[in-house]
Structure formats: C-alpha cells, structure tokens
C-alpha cells in the first residue's frame, strides 16, 4: 500500500508499510496513479499513452523500470508483516493510570466532555483511602513492569491538592518495596495555581498539561468561570509564570478548537508568542446539534488551516527557532513498538481510569457509560473480560481501519470516540479519521522538509 500527496511544493510518497517517505518528481507521482502491483516487464501501453501527452515516452519507460526496481527491493508497495503481530496481540499489564481526584471545576467550558467537571455523577471529591487503593491496584495489575504512569485528572485536580500530595507521597513510599517507579502527570486548567502548587508540582511531576484555548476572545468564549467571567487574564499570568520556574522539565499547553475559531493556526501562534514553545491544539468532538461542534462541512476549512499552520511552524524553524505542535509529532526514523502502533494508548487494556468512588473505566472519556464500568476499587472487582476485549482492539479488529493508509500512525483512533459517535469501539469515527489523516500529512511534509534540510 502506498500513499501520495502534494503539499508544501513537494509531492511526496508514503509506503505504508515500511514507513518510507519519498519526495517524488512528477512524472513518478503520474505515473503512480497508472501502475500498481504485480508488474509487467514494460510499461503497459495504457499508461504510456496516456502520459506521453505530457512526458517523453524514453523517460516514461525509464520512471516505470526504477519503480518496479524499487517494488523488488520492498522499498515500494511492501508487505504488510505487522499483521501476525496483532493477532498474536494479548493483554498487557495495566501501567498507566487516570486518577479522577476531583469531579469538581472552578471553570464551566461548554464543550467540557466531563459535564463541566462531575461527569454526570455529581460533584464529589476523592479521598486519600481511595487514592491509595489506586495506588495498590496499580501496582498489583502491572506485573512485571518497572515504569508506571499516573495522570492526576478531573475537573481541575488542584481543588484537592492536599490528596494529590498525599497519593504522590504514598506512592514514593512504595516504590523502592515494589521495585517500581512512578511518573506523575496533572492536567490543570491553571485557575488555582500558587508558588507553592508550581513548586510541587516541578518537583514530582514528569510532565504538566496546561488548559487554554488561545487568543483571549476565543479562550474567554467557552472557558467561562461559575460567574460568566472568562479566565484568559489569570491563566495566562499563571501559566507563563509556572513555565518560567519549570526549566526545562516536560509540559504543553492544550487547547480546543470549535467551529468558532476554525482559524485556530492563530491561537497555535498565539500561544507561541505567549512563550509556549509546547502546544496542542485539538479538535472538539460533540454531538453535530451543539453550535460549537465541528461537522464535516467544516472540514475543508480545517484542511486549510492545517496547510497554513504548517507552513507558519516551517518558517519558525527554517530560522533556527524551536516549536513543537503535538500533532505534527511523528517519529518517521523508528516510530513506536509494532504493539504501539496496531492499538495506540492502550484503552481498557495498559491503561485505565478511576473515579473518585473508586469505580474503574477504560478510559477518562468512558467514565459515566455504565456499559463501560470495569470494577471498584473498593470491591475488588474488575473485569479482566472487558480488558481482553480492549487489547483485541486494534487497526486489523476494524474493518475501515484495516485498509487506510494511516492506520499506523493513528493507530485505530480513540476508542471513545469510535463507541459515542460510531457507536462501537471498533467503528471508525469518520470525522476525527479525516482530521486526523491531513495531520499526519502535514507532518510527514515537515519532517520531509527537515530531512532534506540535513542532507543539503
């Protein structure tokens, strides 16, 4: 399987399977839409015909030899070897974990997935018991595994601060008995930070997410306090004076756009000129009734505005400048594990969440589907049923996934979003695929660029 497209002035060609990106003249990218696997020893006249209105037939003849030279290589249309891997695919010892401390905002965002905080559960708070049994759970379910994750969640977790460092602390304390050891993260909307929080949290924390949409008008249109009053003036003091004090330690600020702000490479700069050099900027996914939510006529807009983004983010390093927009990330030399790619976060199997009454979900944005509930940590329970279902979850379980070229890099999408808006976890949510997939190609034009850039 291969995939080509033209971007940036380039055209460039991606063989799925091997992961190798090509910049192609025209004349092969033509060519390419005339000639597939298995080949003749000559050009087949068809496609000799129809290109010689524009190419010299000589040079046709000879594009079609290197071609097929290339496909007897497995440098082009090479085979798909990650199948068997899936197949084989088991579960996998939980090791990354989404501790709910708080089902409680101080922000009402309205396009929040959690029902602005509470998850439709009610506002509530999770207690140091359960934090600890989280704790336990973690490290009982993880095996063998050396490196554990845990992702402080909410609503905002710095409205029960005091838990979060009694869990980090119990957690340390742990660590050296159990042979483990423990990478802590908190996403926080900034509203609550002080010194003392930044101090803490530099110290313990592997790496930060930082809630903010962008420009202040558009931050201040859906990110609103319980008065109304929007939050932009205060995050933004807070936040660029929390990344000051981090050094050079992990964090990205993340933000959403809706169809409201369809422009959004200007929140990216945006943020960019706040001092943020760490940034996503992600779509939001909600029912087509809601005004905000983006649909698929909005996607040749967003199309666009990626093509502009990525232009803007070539200019900032072509002057030697360093940006990292999350989702222009792509590792194109090694790429993660086979594993990793077939089934991406690891959803229900590596990974989990748990509320602050101590049930447990496959994910932060399964948490209220009752269908989904996999146990309590008080209880006991967990259905270890369910989390084979989730690891058998990959690129080869869904049909539509199976045949894209994507596929590795998306690595099947998000099971969440596949089971609200496509009503089974292993049916492609079709809008966030296309997103996706001018992403990812928007990415491999950049690191096509920058690969050029070293060889030159």
């Not at 909307?189 to 930082?210: A, P, Y």
């Not at 807070?238 to 050079?248: A, L």
């Not at 991406?344 to 049930?359: H, L, M």
């Given at each position: 399987?291969?995939?080509?497209?033209?971007?940036?002035?380039?055209?460039?060609?991606?063989?799925?399977?091997?992961?190798?990106?090509?910049?192609?003249?025209?004349?092969?990218?033509?060519?390419?839409?005339?000639?597939?696997?298995?080949?003749?020893?000559?050009?087949?006249?068809?496609?000799?015909?129809?290109?010689?209105?524009?190419?010299?037939?000589?040079?046709?003849?000879?594009?079609?030899?290197?071609?097929?030279?290339?496909?007897?290589?497995?440098?082009?249309?090479?085979?798909?070897?990650?199948?068997?891997?899936?197949?084989?695919?088991?579960?996998?010892?939980?090791?990354?974990?989404?501790?709910?401390?708080?089902?409680?905002?101080?922000?009402?965002?309205?396009?929040?997935?959690?029902?602005?905080?509470?998850?439709?559960?009610?506002?509530?708070?999770?207690?140091?018991?359960?934090?600890?049994?989280?704790?336990?759970?973690?490290?009982?379910?993880?095996?063998?595994?050396?490196?554990?994750?845990?992702?402080?969640?909410?609503?905002?977790?710095?409205?029960?601060?005091?838990?979060?460092?009694?869990?980090?602390?119990?957690?340390?304390?742990?660590?050296?008995?159990?042979?483990?050891?423990?990478?802590?993260?908190?996403?926080?909307?900034?509203?609550?930070?002080?010194?003392?929080?930044?101090?803490?949290?530099?110290?313990?924390?592997?790496?930060?997410?930082?809630?903010?949409?962008?420009?202040?008008?558009?931050?201040?249109?859906?990110?609103?306090?319980?008065?109304?009053?929007?939050?932009?003036?205060?995050?933004?003091?807070?936040?660029?004076?929390?990344?000051?004090?981090?050094?050079?330690?992990?964090?990205?600020?993340?933000?959403?756009?809706?169809?409201?702000?369809?422009?959004?490479?200007?929140?990216?700069?945006?943020?960019?000129?706040?001092?943020?050099?760490?940034?996503?900027?992600?779509?939001?996914m909600a029912d087509p009734s809601e005004p905000y939510a983006i649909t698929e006529g909005d996607l040749t807009k967003i199309f666009k505005e990626y093509e502009i983004l990525a232009e803007k983010i070539k200019k900032i390093q072509s002057e030697g400048k360093f940006i990292n927009f999350f989702h222009f990330m792509l590792d194109l030399d090694q790429g993660p594990c086979a594993i990793k790619r077939?089934?991406?976060?690891?959803?229900?199997?590596?990974?989990?969440?748990?509320?602050?009454?101590?049930?447990?979900?496959?994910?932060?944005?399964?948490?209220?589907?009752?269908?989904?509930?996999?146990?309590?940590?008080?209880?006991?329970?967990?259905?270890?049923?369910?989390?084979?279902?989730?690891?058998?979850?990959?690129?080869?379980?869904?049909?539509?996934?199976?045949?894209?070229?994507?596929?590795?890099?998306?690595?099947?999408?998000?099971?969440?979003?596949?089971?609200?808006?496509?009503?089974?976890?292993?049916?492609?949510?079709?809008?966030?695929?296309?997103?996706?997939?001018?992403?990812?190609?928007?990415?491999?034009?950049?690191?096509?660029?920058?690969?050029?850039?070293?060889?030159?």
């Amino acid at each position: 399987m291969i995939h080509k497209f033209k971007l940036g002035g380039f055209n460039i060609l991606l063989d799925v399977n091997s992961g190798g990106v090509h910049i192609i003249d025209d004349l092969t990218y033509d060519l390419l839409d005339n000639v597939e696997p298995p080949f003749e020893k000559e050009c087949p006249p068809e496609a000799l015909s129809k290109l010689s209105k524009a190419y010299d037939p000589g040079e046709i003849e000879e594009c079609y030899q290197e071609i097929v030279q290339l496909y007897n290589d497995k440098i082009l249309f090479s085979e798909d070897d990650y199948e068997r891997f899936a197949l084989s695919a088991v579960a996998s010892p939980v090791k990354a974990m989404c501790l709910h401390i708080a089902h409680d905002c101080n922000l009402r965002c309205d396009y929040c997935f959690a029902s602005t905080g509470d998850f439709g559960e009610g506002r509530k708070l999770m207690d140091f018991e359960t934090g600890k049994k989280a704790i336990d759970f973690l490290i009982e379910k993880s095996a063998d595994r050396k490196f554990l994750e845990l992702d402080f969640f909410g609503g905002e977790p710095l409205m029960n601060f005091g838990v979060v460092k009694q869990i980090v602390e119990y957690a340390r304390s742990r660590e050296k008995e159990c042979g483990k050891t423990f990478r802590f993260t908190i996403t926080t909307n900034g509203m609550l930070l002080t010194e003392d929080k930044m101090d803490f949290i530099n110290r313990e924390m592997s790496n930060v997410v930082l809630s903010i949409d962008g420009r202040k008008e558009v931050n201040d249109r859906m990110r609103k306090r319980v008065d109304g009053t929007g939050s932009y003036d205060k995050i933004t003091d807070n936040f660029k004076k929390f990344v000051s004090m981090r050094g050079d330690k992990d964090y990205y600020v993340r933000g959403t756009y809706t169809k409201y702000n369809l422009d959004f490479s200007n929140d990216v700069m945006h943020l960019y000129e706040l001092g943020f050099d760490q940034i996503s900027v992600e779509p939001v996914m909600a029912d087509p009734s809601e005004p905000y939510a983006i649909t698929e006529g909005d996607l040749t807009k967003i199309f666009k505005e990626y093509e502009i983004l990525a232009e803007k983010i070539k200019k900032i390093q072509s002057e030697g400048k360093f940006i990292n927009f999350f989702h222009f990330m792509l590792d194109l030399d090694q790429g993660p594990c086979a594993i990793k790619r077939l089934r991406g976060c690891g959803c229900g199997n590596e990974y989990v969440a748990v509320t602050p009454d101590g049930d447990i979900y496959p994910c932060h944005q399964f948490v209220g589907i009752e269908d989904y509930k996999m146990g309590n940590l008080h209880d006991g329970t967990f259905d270890d049923e369910m989390k084979t279902v989730f690891a058998g979850s990959h690129v080869y379980s869904k049909p539509e996934c199976k045949k894209c070229w994507a596929k590795f890099y998306c690595s099947g999408g998000c099971n969440a979003n596949n089971y609200i808006y496509a009503g089974d976890i292993h049916n492609a949510h079709k809008l966030s695929c296309q997103i996706q997939k001018k992403r990812l190609e928007c990415a491999i034009m950049l690191k096509a660029v920058k690969m050029l850039d070293t060889a030159e």
